[in-house]
C-alpha cells in the first residue's frame, strides 16, 4: 500500500506560479512512476504530467508544456509539479498518483495509488 499526500495548493491570481508537493509513504517510492492529474468542476479527471521512477522521462499535457515542470526527489520521497503562468483555466483540484509498472503514463487506468487530491484556483 502507498499513501499518497499531496499539498501547495491554494488562491492564486493568474500568471502567478504555485508549486505542488505529493509526499508518498507505505513502499519504496522508487519503485513508482508518478504522475499528476486534475479535475475541474463538471468536468472528468485529466492527464496533466508524469515522470519515470528514474526521473529521466517525463510526459505533458499540451495545454501546460513549457508552464508546468514534473520532478521528483526519491531521496525525499516526494514528486512535484512546479506550475507557472497560470491561467484561469488551471484551476481544479489535482491528484498525484502512483503506478507500480515505474514508468511515465498518460492513462489513469494505469496508476494504482492516489492521493486525496489539493485544490488549485487561478483568479482573473
Known amino acids: 500500500q502507498v499513501l499518497l499526500v499531496e499539498s501547495g495548493g491554494r488562491l492564486v491570481q493568474a500568471g502567478g506560479s504555485l508549486r505542488l508537493s505529493c509526499a508518498a509513504s507505505?513502499?519504496?517510492?522508487?519503485?513508482?512512476?508518478m504522475g499528476w492529474f486534475r479535475q475541474a468542476p463538471g468536468k472528468e479527471r485529466e492527464f496533466v504530467a508524469a515522470i519515470r521512477w528514474s526521473g529521466t522521462y517525463t510526459l505533458y499535457e499540451d495545454s501546460v508544456k513549457g508552464r508546468f515542470t514534473i520532478s521528483r526527489d526519491n531521496a525525499k520521497n516526494t514528486v512535484y509539479l512546479q506550475m507557472n503562468s497560470l491561467k484561469p483555466e488551471d484551476t481544479a483540484i489535482y491528484y498525484c498518483a502512483g503506478n507500480s509498472n515505474r514508468g511515465a503514463s498518460r492513462g489513469a487506468y494505469d496508476y494504482d495509488y492516489w492521493g486525496q487530491g489539493t485544490q488549485v484556483t487561478v483568479s482573473s
Open positions: 507505505g513502499r519504496t517510492f522508487s519503485n513508482y512512476g
